[in-house]
């Protein structure tokens, strides 16, 4: 087995070991149900296969350490919590096992699987620290030395760069998983009746319009902690080197905040085997009341998910206060970190609110408190309110530090300083502190109060001020610029253009009675996919083509990168106006099947050809990566020509950063004024910088 | 500035606060059972939380640039710690806040009918755990272990009444009024499940600050705080001043505003 | 200069460009299926006015955008940098008040279409509407009148009374344009003019489980006097009724049952009544049994005890609180289908 590929390794075992994971999940299944009533997709046999699959693979690859432990942890853990709740309501003379099929009763599997998430924690190892300390024991300042090469990408390192890193390779596994879920359902979408997710499917205890919502609701939430990871990823890695600063200013935390997202992950999957659930990704009440135990999966692997966006935005703004390097004013910070700033604030608040709101609606199925139970004098809508007080700043969580990457790199590629930076800096603060005020805009036909939607109207119409200023910034940096257009500047470009589209259709969404009209429909589904990939997605990509090579010493493949480019694009906008158009001609959202008589079959069909091109894109780009990773062309220099700080040490970045701390004497975007540059290197170790 | 002054008015000035906390505690109490004013309540409660936040939670130490010539100072890197816990506490507000949200929307101005001589009990037990937990890190500031001990064994005491009063009294009485009618008996709706959720959630941060006490007063056993370094014990007591913060204002939010129901 | 009137020139030509496509898909001027109703009307003419000016507001960031793209791009081989401008606070000013100004008129606007849409006719119709997974009933309070289908009379404000016994629906008629939820434990009000005559459907909007995408009913619009013909005839039919079939199948109306079970032997969300009676039923675990009076009460009453093969478990029907009589009777109903 040792001199096979590590890759290899993990595939063998997570078959063997899904295939064992199986088996043993069968025989429970037919112990507790019986032969007859146990179906060969069935939720314990799947569950079993997935949680010893997952944790295979890892042992196949790196042993057993680091995640595999963490995931064996999590296994047993689970388990143990179980187990707990099924002795307590034995004792209660409850009934301790289900008979529905999920083998354990709901708040078992709740239960089991929160006390499995807090044992990956202690199994991957982040918390031995804290242990040790909470036991009086002093640990090295310094943080350990990772091992080398690749496997310490898979245990717990507290370098800044290996977790953004980590949160980045993982975002990129998602947005595949979650690309994938979009795929299968986009296909049963390409004409209308249903095809092969029919009703007398039975996967997974869903027959198939069952397994179609828990599919579009998996893919909305799965991309949405994609695009939380990623972005997590991209501030991690480049933050710290931004500023000047060693790393995070709580290295453990950081590791923690990474790390609670992976079980987060699990929790999230196994919704999918374990009855799924039909509410989609914003699982209003009553229904997510009536949903089977996928439900309650969902809602904990949020709220878990939830940790760790809210622990990493802490860690962030705190760095950015106390760790600049000496004469990093505020109005001399890179303009990323403002966005990232501002996006933090959100996350840090915020999300406290969803979390609120799922508790909410789990102890409503668990212990029947009514709080949404309109005939126990609950009310539904307070969930909406809650719901959406997170879900809506959080879509400005997704696009700022995005926009923040387009306005950092814009300067570079176009060789003219920020136009107007202030303004700039000060637009993600508004558009921040906006964003909260304006959240019922998702709720204009729920039938909350109707005069409070003149209020939320005008809220909503008032954030395009600020984006509108980022725009007119954009195009005025490029104007008279110096314009090369290497795959990083095309991801720019084709998130200003495909972000403005989302942009535009925002305002007709947000006035009243046009949204009565467009409210779940098909254009809400189209705004949303430009602005999150116009927000998001492409700055993303631009993103890691930037600063891939500080992280290698490599560049990515340019020819590559310009096929990922060209193919994405185009098809991409197919697919959105594709989404949009069929919304115009009424088509609803989570539907699986549509009414003949609307003539949808055309259009649904190209919409679905062109996902698969963006899909085939991305492979593109997933190929391309660790291609690089090795075989990349070597740019240990400063590649782009930047002003930036980490450009003008040689690239892969050292472990500890920066040998000599600099001092910030110029504008950080100052291109063609012939200036001495943005920062100086002073003779001084980094980690005595002030 | 009140971080410079000697041993001894610094400990009178936590009784000040103590006996001014108390006062407006009882005050609060007569206006409730007197008279209907909600947004009396408020201000009181509001006056409450300054107090505490100020006075037993050094707020203010958030602007100070101790430390900043060195950055690889305990002192510098403390107030690291200080900016790190207060965003946590930030973000944990908005639980209580969430909270405090829902509970206006389903119960409006009405209230559970509690028993109110608990309420005011236990409100006490956790304020009088504030007051120690404020002597025993002022001794600690001046470096007296012995003191910090004594005084923290005291506020652990307290908190663990306070838990324990809400969890098996509490929430028994509780249910004996028909609360429980959220555990499976339709009969009242989502009040109990209000009450029990906020008081829950409250008692699950209780029970972690109790956790972190011990934790602290175990280390200080053990010796490793000095007046100049003690962080632990400044975010334990920053904690738990925090969790009676969140109970100065859900007290009035579920004991003293509105109508009561049945 | 003359780079700015190149682009000023172009910004228009785009601009034109884009509302002519948007045009011909037939969108510009107003929203999509036919304008059926007189709320739809002002909802697009406000559409009308936003599509023109995000028209615009395409050309004007489009147009210097890719203008700068081409004309000053970097030759190959130049290594030089742009010019050095850093900002302008006027213009900042300039583009934070004019999209202000914008977005204001367009708030304005919205209110003022929403308060022509929900203006009060004191003469309305009004209609009662129940919303259940995954079906709707419409009742004519005045006279006891129960459907499936919702007949409305053209030229009059109707005012739809809303309650869902389950979920949250949303009842949405395109051709109507409004939506709106329809929540439990609360009444929601959908106040519409129908303009013209024909046969529409209304879509449930909301997802409210596994066969969302089915709760469709047909809403016809008539003239006043076939309405009228219409109801007179409905109200005789409820009148006559009084067998236990015809109560039954009332109540088969009444409670949605007809919402997910056929009586022609199509299939829908459940197994379809006809045929049904007296025949023997499989179950998903594999036994089987007889259709008879006990089974089909236990089936009303606690559809998961059996669960019949190809449908999902638990059971998508939720258990119906009908009396004896009811049940007698719509047994009744069911054994008529054959
Ligand atoms: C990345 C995420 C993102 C972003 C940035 C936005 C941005 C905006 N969104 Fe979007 N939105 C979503 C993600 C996002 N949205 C999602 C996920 C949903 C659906 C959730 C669900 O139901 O599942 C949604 C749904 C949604 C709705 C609810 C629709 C419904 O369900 O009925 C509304 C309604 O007002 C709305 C409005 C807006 C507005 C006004 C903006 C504005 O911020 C846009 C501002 C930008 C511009 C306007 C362009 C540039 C500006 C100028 C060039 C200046 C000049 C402009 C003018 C004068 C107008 N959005
Ligand atoms: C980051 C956010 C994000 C992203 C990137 C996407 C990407 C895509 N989305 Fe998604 N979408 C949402 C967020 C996102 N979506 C949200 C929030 C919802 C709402 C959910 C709800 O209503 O509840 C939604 C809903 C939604 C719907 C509406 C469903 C409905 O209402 O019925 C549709 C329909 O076409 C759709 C399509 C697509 C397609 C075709 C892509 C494509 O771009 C996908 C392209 C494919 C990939 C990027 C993956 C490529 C990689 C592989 C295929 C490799 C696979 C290999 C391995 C796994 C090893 N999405
Ligand atoms: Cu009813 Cu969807
Ligand atoms: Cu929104």
Redesign the pocket.
């Given at each position: 087995m040792k001199n096979i590929n590590p890759v290899w390794r993990g595939l063998i075992s997570l078959i063997v070991f899904g295939a064992l994971g199986y088996g043993v999940g069968f025989g429970i299944s037919v112990l507790v149900n019986g032969a007859a009533k146990t179906s060969p997709a069935g939720p314990i046999p799947s569950v079993f296969a997935l949680f010893f699959g997952f944790a295979a693979f890892f042992f196949g690859v790196i042993g057993y350490r680091g995640v595999t432990r963490g995931l064996t942890w999590q296994v047993i853990g689970t388990l143990v919590g179980a187990f707990v709740v099924v002795g307590i309501r034995a004792a209660m003379g409850l009934s301790a096992f289900d008979g529905k099929g999920f083998f354990l009763p709901e708040g078992a599997w709740v239960f089991g699987g929160l006390v499995g998430a807090i044992s990956f924690m202690f199994g991957v190892g982040v918390l031995s620290d804290w242990v040790k300390w909470a036991r009086g024991i002093e640990t090295p300042e310094e943080h350990p030395q990772d091992e080398s090469g690749w496997k310490k990408f898979f245990s717990v390192s507290l370098d800044h760069k290996v977790i953004g890193i980590q949160y980045v390779v993982t975002a990129l596994l998602l947005i595949s998983i979650g690309g994938l879920f979009a795929l299968i359902f986009r296909t049963e979408l390409a004409a209308s009746q249903l095809q092969f997710l029919t009703e007398g499917l039975n996967i997974f205890s869903q027959n198939g319009l069952q397994l179609f919502n828990t599919l579009i609701s998996l893919h909305?939430m799965i991309m949405i902690v994609s695009i939380l990871l990623g972005i997590a990823g991209i501030t991690n890695y480049v933050i710290p080197l931004l500023i000047g600063a060693q790393d995070m200013a709580f290295p453990r935390l950081n590791a923690f905040s990474f790390w609670i997202a992976v079980p987060a992950v699990v929790l999230l999957l196994s919704s999918l085997v374990l009855g799924g659930f039909d509410t989609?990704?914003?699982g209003y009440p009553p229904l997510s009341t009536l949903a089977p135990v996928g439900m309650q999966m969902f809602f904990l692997g949020v709220f878990v998910a939830g940790w760790s966006s809210i622990l990493g935005a802490i860690n962030l703004i705190t760095t950015v206060v106390r760790m600049r390097a000496k004469g990093m004013t505020a109005w001399r910070m890179p303009i990323l970190i403002w966005s990232s700033i501002a996006a933090s604030l959100i996350t840090l608040t915020a999300t406290q609110f969803i979390g609120l709101s799922f508790q909410m609606v789990m102890f409503q199925r668990l212990f029947g408190m009514g709080f949404y139970d309109a005939a126990k004098g609950g009310n539904p809508i307070l969930f909406q309110h809650l719901f959406w007080f997170y879900?809506?700043p959080v879509?400005?969580v997704?696009?700022l530090p995005g926009l923040g990457i387009i306005s950092e790199l814009l300067p570079v590629f176009s060789r003219k300083p920020l136009f107007g930076y202030r303004w700039v800096a000060m637009s993600s603060l508004g558009?921040a502190m906006v964003g909260y005020i304006?959240w019922a805009?998702?709720m204009?036909?729920s039938g909350m109060n109707e005069y409070l939607r003149i209020p939320f109207?005008y809220s909503?119409?008032l954030?395009?001020?600020p984006?509108?200023?980022?725009?007119?910034s954009w195009v005025a940096t490029m104007w008279r610029g110096k314009i090369s257009t290497p795959t990083p500047m095309l991801f720019v470009l084709g998130a200003i253009m495909v972000?403005?589209i989302?942009?535009?259709?925002?305002?007709m969404?947000?006035t009243v009675s046009t949204?009565l009209f467009?409210?779940?429909t098909y254009v809400?589904?189209g705004?949303?996919h430009d602005?999150?990939f116009?927000?998001?997605v492409f700055p993303f990509f631009a993103a890691l083509y930037y600063w891939f090579p500080k992280a290698t010493g490599r560049r990515m493949n340019e020819t590559l990168g310009k096929i990922h480019f060209y193919l994405m694009t185009p098809s991409f906008f197919v697919l959105t106006f594709g989404m949009m158009y069929a919304g115009f001609l009424g088509m609803r959202?989570r539907i699986a099947d549509y009414d003949p008589e609307l003539h949808l079959d055309g259009i649904h069909l190209v919409t679905t050809i062109a996902g698969y091109l963006v899909a085939i894109s991305v492979i593109v780009f997933i190929f391309n990566f660790f291609y690089s990773i090795k075989h990349g062309e070597k740019a240990e220099g400063n590649v782009w020509n930047s002003r930036s700080p980490e450009w003008q040490v040689p690239s892969p970045m050292p472990v500890h950063n920066y040998d000599k701390s600099f001092e910030v004497i110029g504008e950080p975007y100052d291109y063609g004024s012939g200036d001495n540059g943005y920062v100086k290197f002073i003779d001084e170790p980094a980690s005595n910088a002030h | 500035m009140a971080h410079t002054q000697d041993k001894s008015s610094a400990l009178s000035q936590g009784v000040i606060i103590f006996v001014y906390l108390a006062v407006l505690t009882i005050i609060e109490y007569f206006v409730a059972l007197t008279f209907d004013a909600t947004g009396l309540l408020i201000v009181i409660a509001i006056i409450k939380a300054a107090l505490v936040m100020y006075y037993y939670m050094h707020v203010y130490k958030l602007n100070s640039d101790e430390g900043a010539d060195n950055r690889n100072s305990y002192a510098y890197k403390a107030a690291t710690d200080r900016l790190g816990l207060w965003l946590f506490l930030l973000s944990d507000t908005f639980v209580f806040a969430g909270l405090m949200v829902s509970r206006m929307n389903l119960l409006g101005l009405t209230r559970p009918h509690l028993n109110q001589a608990l309420g005011l009990f236990v409100t006490a037990v956790l304020l009088v755990s504030s007051f120690f937990m404020n002597r025993g890190e002022t001794a600690m500031k001046f470096g007296d272990v012995k003191g910090f001990m004594k005084n923290t064994a005291v506020t652990f005491v307290l908190g663990l009444a306070f838990l324990l009063g809400v969890v098996f009294v509490e929430w028994r009485m509780a249910a004996a009024e028909g609360l429980t009618a959220s555990f499976g008996n339709p009969a009242t709706g989502p009040v109990g499940g209000v009450f029990y959720l906020m008081t829950g959630m409250h008692a699950f941060h209780v029970l972690t600050g109790l956790i972190f006490l011990a934790v602290v007063w175990n280390n200080a056993r053990k010796g490793i705080y000095t007046a100049e370094k003690h962080w632990g014990v400044e975010a334990a007591t920053v904690y738990w001043h925090f969790v009676d913060l969140v109970w100065i204002f859900f007290y009035p939010a579920l004991y003293l505003i509105g109508k009561v129901v049945q | 200069m003359i780079h700015f009137l190149i682009v000023g020139a172009l910004v228009i030509v785009v601009a034109l460009l884009t509302y002519l496509g948007l045009d011909l898909t037939g969108l510009a001027d107003k929203m999509n299926p036919v304008t059926a109703s007189a709320q739809a009307v002002s909802i697009d003419h406000l559409w009308h006015l936003e599509v023109m000016?995000?028209c615009f507001?395409f050309g004007?960031?489009m147009v210097p955008l890719f203008y700068s793209l081409i004309v000053f791009r970097q030759k190959k081989g130049e290594l030089k940098d742009g010019q050095y401008v850093t900002g302008h606070t006027n213009l900042e000013i300039t583009?934070t008040v004019?999209?202000l100004i914008?977005?204001l008129t367009?708030a304005y606007l919205g209110g003022r279409s929403l308060s022509d849409i929900n203006r009060i006719d004191p003469n309305a119709l009004v209609i009662k509407v129940h919303a259940q997974q995954f079906t709707w009933t419409f009742e004519y309070p005045e006279y006891g009148v129960f459907t499936t289908e919702l007949h409305l009379p053209v030229n009059r404000q109707v005012l739809l009374k809303m309650e869902s016994k389950d979920v949250i629906h949303s009842f949405w008629v395109p051709e109507f344009r409004i939506k709106q939820d329809v929540v439990p434990g609360r009444i929601t009000e959908y106040r519409i003019t129908p303009t013209l005559e024909g046969s529409y459907k209304v879509r449930c909007a909301e997802l409210c489980g596994t066969s969302h995408a089915y709760m469709e009913n047909p809403v016809i619009v008539a003239s006043a006097d076939s309405y009228a013909t219409w109801l007179n005839d409905q109200a005789k039919l409820a009148q006559e009724s009084q067998t236990p079939e015809g109560k039954g199948k009332l109540l088969a109306t009444k409670n949605g049952c007809i919402g997910c079970h056929s009586v022609d032997g199509t299939k829908m969300t459940g197994p379809t009544w006809f045929g049904l009676y007296d025949e023997d039923t499989k179950f998903a675990d594999g036994t089987d049994a007889v259709a008879d009076d006990a089974y089909i009460k236990e089936s009303i009453l606690d559809p998961n005890a059996k669960i019949v093969a190809g449908f999902p478990s638990p059971s998508i029907m939720p258990p119906f609180k009908l009396t004896d009589d009811e049940i007698s009777d719509i047994i009744a109903y069911i054994k008529t289908l054959k």
């Amino acid at each position: 087995m040792k001199n096979i590929n590590p890759v290899w390794r993990g595939l063998i075992s997570l078959i063997v070991f899904g295939a064992l994971g199986y088996g043993v999940g069968f025989g429970i299944s037919v112990l507790v149900n019986g032969a007859a009533k146990t179906s060969p997709a069935g939720p314990i046999p799947s569950v079993f296969a997935l949680f010893f699959g997952f944790a295979a693979f890892f042992f196949g690859v790196i042993g057993y350490r680091g995640v595999t432990r963490g995931l064996t942890w999590q296994v047993i853990g689970t388990l143990v919590g179980a187990f707990v709740v099924v002795g307590i309501r034995a004792a209660m003379g409850l009934s301790a096992f289900d008979g529905k099929g999920f083998f354990l009763p709901e708040g078992a599997w709740v239960f089991g699987g929160l006390v499995g998430a807090i044992s990956f924690m202690f199994g991957v190892g982040v918390l031995s620290d804290w242990v040790k300390w909470a036991r009086g024991i002093e640990t090295p300042e310094e943080h350990p030395q990772d091992e080398s090469g690749w496997k310490k990408f898979f245990s717990v390192s507290l370098d800044h760069k290996v977790i953004g890193i980590q949160y980045v390779v993982t975002a990129l596994l998602l947005i595949s998983i979650g690309g994938l879920f979009a795929l299968i359902f986009r296909t049963e979408l390409a004409a209308s009746q249903l095809q092969f997710l029919t009703e007398g499917l039975n996967i997974f205890s869903q027959n198939g319009l069952q397994l179609f919502n828990t599919l579009i609701s998996l893919h909305g939430m799965i991309m949405i902690v994609s695009i939380l990871l990623g972005i997590a990823g991209i501030t991690n890695y480049v933050i710290p080197l931004l500023i000047g600063a060693q790393d995070m200013a709580f290295p453990r935390l950081n590791a923690f905040s990474f790390w609670i997202a992976v079980p987060a992950v699990v929790l999230l999957l196994s919704s999918l085997v374990l009855g799924g659930f039909d509410t989609g990704w914003t699982g209003y009440p009553p229904l997510s009341t009536l949903a089977p135990v996928g439900m309650q999966m969902f809602f904990l692997g949020v709220f878990v998910a939830g940790w760790s966006s809210i622990l990493g935005a802490i860690n962030l703004i705190t760095t950015v206060v106390r760790m600049r390097a000496k004469g990093m004013t505020a109005w001399r910070m890179p303009i990323l970190i403002w966005s990232s700033i501002a996006a933090s604030l959100i996350t840090l608040t915020a999300t406290q609110f969803i979390g609120l709101s799922f508790q909410m609606v789990m102890f409503q199925r668990l212990f029947g408190m009514g709080f949404y139970d309109a005939a126990k004098g609950g009310n539904p809508i307070l969930f909406q309110h809650l719901f959406w007080f997170y879900s809506h700043p959080v879509v400005y969580v997704f696009v700022l530090p995005g926009l923040g990457i387009i306005s950092e790199l814009l300067p570079v590629f176009s060789r003219k300083p920020l136009f107007g930076y202030r303004w700039v800096a000060m637009s993600s603060l508004g558009i921040a502190m906006v964003g909260y005020i304006v959240w019922a805009h998702h709720m204009f036909a729920s039938g909350m109060n109707e005069y409070l939607r003149i209020p939320f109207m005008y809220s909503t119409l008032l954030v395009s001020v600020p984006t509108g200023v980022k725009f007119f910034s954009w195009v005025a940096t490029m104007w008279r610029g110096k314009i090369s257009t290497p795959t990083p500047m095309l991801f720019v470009l084709g998130a200003i253009m495909v972000f403005f589209i989302g942009g535009l259709t925002g305002p007709m969404n947000a006035t009243v009675s046009t949204d009565l009209f467009l409210h779940d429909t098909y254009v809400i589904v189209g705004h949303f996919h430009d602005t999150i990939f116009g927000g998001f997605v492409f700055p993303f990509f631009a993103a890691l083509y930037y600063w891939f090579p500080k992280a290698t010493g490599r560049r990515m493949n340019e020819t590559l990168g310009k096929i990922h480019f060209y193919l994405m694009t185009p098809s991409f906008f197919v697919l959105t106006f594709g989404m949009m158009y069929a919304g115009f001609l009424g088509m609803r959202r989570r539907i699986a099947d549509y009414d003949p008589e609307l003539h949808l079959d055309g259009i649904h069909l190209v919409t679905t050809i062109a996902g698969y091109l963006v899909a085939i894109s991305v492979i593109v780009f997933i190929f391309n990566f660790f291609y690089s990773i090795k075989h990349g062309e070597k740019a240990e220099g400063n590649v782009w020509n930047s002003r930036s700080p980490e450009w003008q040490v040689p690239s892969p970045m050292p472990v500890h950063n920066y040998d000599k701390s600099f001092e910030v004497i110029g504008e950080p975007y100052d291109y063609g004024s012939g200036d001495n540059g943005y920062v100086k290197f002073i003779d001084e170790p980094a980690s005595n910088a002030h | 500035m009140a971080h410079t002054q000697d041993k001894s008015s610094a400990l009178s000035q936590g009784v000040i606060i103590f006996v001014y906390l108390a006062v407006l505690t009882i005050i609060e109490y007569f206006v409730a059972l007197t008279f209907d004013a909600t947004g009396l309540l408020i201000v009181i409660a509001i006056i409450k939380a300054a107090l505490v936040m100020y006075y037993y939670m050094h707020v203010y130490k958030l602007n100070s640039d101790e430390g900043a010539d060195n950055r690889n100072s305990y002192a510098y890197k403390a107030a690291t710690d200080r900016l790190g816990l207060w965003l946590f506490l930030l973000s944990d507000t908005f639980v209580f806040a969430g909270l405090m949200v829902s509970r206006m929307n389903l119960l409006g101005l009405t209230r559970p009918h509690l028993n109110q001589a608990l309420g005011l009990f236990v409100t006490a037990v956790l304020l009088v755990s504030s007051f120690f937990m404020n002597r025993g890190e002022t001794a600690m500031k001046f470096g007296d272990v012995k003191g910090f001990m004594k005084n923290t064994a005291v506020t652990f005491v307290l908190g663990l009444a306070f838990l324990l009063g809400v969890v098996f009294v509490e929430w028994r009485m509780a249910a004996a009024e028909g609360l429980t009618a959220s555990f499976g008996n339709p009969a009242t709706g989502p009040v109990g499940g209000v009450f029990y959720l906020m008081t829950g959630m409250h008692a699950f941060h209780v029970l972690t600050g109790l956790i972190f006490l011990a934790v602290v007063w175990n280390n200080a056993r053990k010796g490793i705080y000095t007046a100049e370094k003690h962080w632990g014990v400044e975010a334990a007591t920053v904690y738990w001043h925090f969790v009676d913060l969140v109970w100065i204002f859900f007290y009035p939010a579920l004991y003293l505003i509105g109508k009561v129901v049945q | 200069m003359i780079h700015f009137l190149i682009v000023g020139a172009l910004v228009i030509v785009v601009a034109l460009l884009t509302y002519l496509g948007l045009d011909l898909t037939g969108l510009a001027d107003k929203m999509n299926p036919v304008t059926a109703s007189a709320q739809a009307v002002s909802i697009d003419h406000l559409w009308h006015l936003e599509v023109m000016v995000m028209c615009f507001l395409f050309g004007l960031i489009m147009v210097p955008l890719f203008y700068s793209l081409i004309v000053f791009r970097q030759k190959k081989g130049e290594l030089k940098d742009g010019q050095y401008v850093t900002g302008h606070t006027n213009l900042e000013i300039t583009w934070t008040v004019i999209p202000l100004i914008t977005v204001l008129t367009f708030a304005y606007l919205g209110g003022r279409s929403l308060s022509d849409i929900n203006r009060i006719d004191p003469n309305a119709l009004v209609i009662k509407v129940h919303a259940q997974q995954f079906t709707w009933t419409f009742e004519y309070p005045e006279y006891g009148v129960f459907t499936t289908e919702l007949h409305l009379p053209v030229n009059r404000q109707v005012l739809l009374k809303m309650e869902s016994k389950d979920v949250i629906h949303s009842f949405w008629v395109p051709e109507f344009r409004i939506k709106q939820d329809v929540v439990p434990g609360r009444i929601t009000e959908y106040r519409i003019t129908p303009t013209l005559e024909g046969s529409y459907k209304v879509r449930c909007a909301e997802l409210c489980g596994t066969s969302h995408a089915y709760m469709e009913n047909p809403v016809i619009v008539a003239s006043a006097d076939s309405y009228a013909t219409w109801l007179n005839d409905q109200a005789k039919l409820a009148q006559e009724s009084q067998t236990p079939e015809g109560k039954g199948k009332l109540l088969a109306t009444k409670n949605g049952c007809i919402g997910c079970h056929s009586v022609d032997g199509t299939k829908m969300t459940g197994p379809t009544w006809f045929g049904l009676y007296d025949e023997d039923t499989k179950f998903a675990d594999g036994t089987d049994a007889v259709a008879d009076d006990a089974y089909i009460k236990e089936s009303i009453l606690d559809p998961n005890a059996k669960i019949v093969a190809g449908f999902p478990s638990p059971s998508i029907m939720p258990p119906f609180k009908l009396t004896d009589d009811e049940i007698s009777d719509i047994i009744a109903y069911i054994k008529t289908l054959k």
